[in-house]
């Protein structure tokens, strides 16, 4: 069965360091990986997209990279902020048709 | 556009009664979905619409929930009867499709339910 595993426990960090997340998915063929942020209390909010056929893609402090052999995307925030605590889900679709699947989502907690 | 809007934010009611959740999606989005969030299953999708009609139901839980939307900016999903297990945060989220759109969805605030 398709399955979409992210790290489940919290990823404490602090300020300025790189945080590095997992999203790793099996039975899965998608078009498009995409990566949500979500603070406690609101809906998740669009972060980057990154497609089947390109490699890494960037956006100020965030980097996604896209590793289809290995089934997996790496979410990078660099220099991180405790503005950046929050949960990140990565979320995969396919060509055809607009719906997604959602990880579990890594609650990642940046201490000043 | 003031983006997608939900309501209620919070509901709480009890074993038996009727839930109604609302959504008014963006202006314009063709795609509408429903989803429900717990700690111990995260997002799952229940039902997602294109163009105001059904695509996909088949994370709808049971005959108990049935989905609406009688038009491009109204959606209702309701509950009949709730159980306290229904208690979750429900969000509604719309997209655009066509060429160069990128599925990107667009949450609303959720709906906080709480079935005693």
């Known amino acids: 069965s398709q399955k979409i595993e992210q790290n489940s426990e919290a990823l404490n960090i602090q300020e300025g360091k790189t945080a590095t997340l997992t999203c790793n998915y099996t039975?899965?063929?998608?078009?498009?990986l995409q990566w949500y942020r979500q603070d406690p209390g609101r809906g998740p909010v669009f972060l980057l997209l990154?497609?089947?056929?390109?490699k890494e893609k960037r956006k100020e402090r965030l980097k996604v990279t896209f590793d289809t052999t290995l089934k997996q995307s790496l979410f990078h925030i660099t220099a991180s902020q405790p503005a950046d605590s929050a949960t990140y889900l990565c979320?995969?679709?396919?060509?055809?048709?607009?719906?997604?699947?959602f990880g579990g989502g890594t609650r990642v907690l940046v201490k000043p | 556009d003031a983006g997608v809007i939900q309501s209620p934010r919070h509901e709480v009611t009890e074993m038996g009664q009727e839930v109604t959740l609302r959504c008014k999606p963006i202006?314009?989005?063709?795609?509408l979905f429903w989803y429900r969030q717990t700690m111990m299953r995260g997002l799952e999708l229940l039902i997602y619409f294109n163009n105001n009609v059904p695509i996909d139901d088949s994370g709808m839980p049971e005959d108990r929930f049935s989905a609406k939307m009688p038009n491009a900016s109204f959606s209702t999903l309701k509950i009949q009867p709730s159980e306290p297990r229904d208690s979750a945060v429900y969000f509604c989220a719309s997209s655009l499709s066509g060429p160069g759109a990128k599925n990107i969805q667009y949450f609303g605030a959720g709906t906080r339910l709480s079935v005693l």
């Open positions: 039975n899965y063929s998608p078009a498009y």
């Open positions: 979320a995969l679709d396919r060509a055809a048709g607009n719906k997604l699947t």
């Open positions: 990154i497609r089947e056929n390109e």
């Open positions: 202006s314009g989005h063709d795609y």
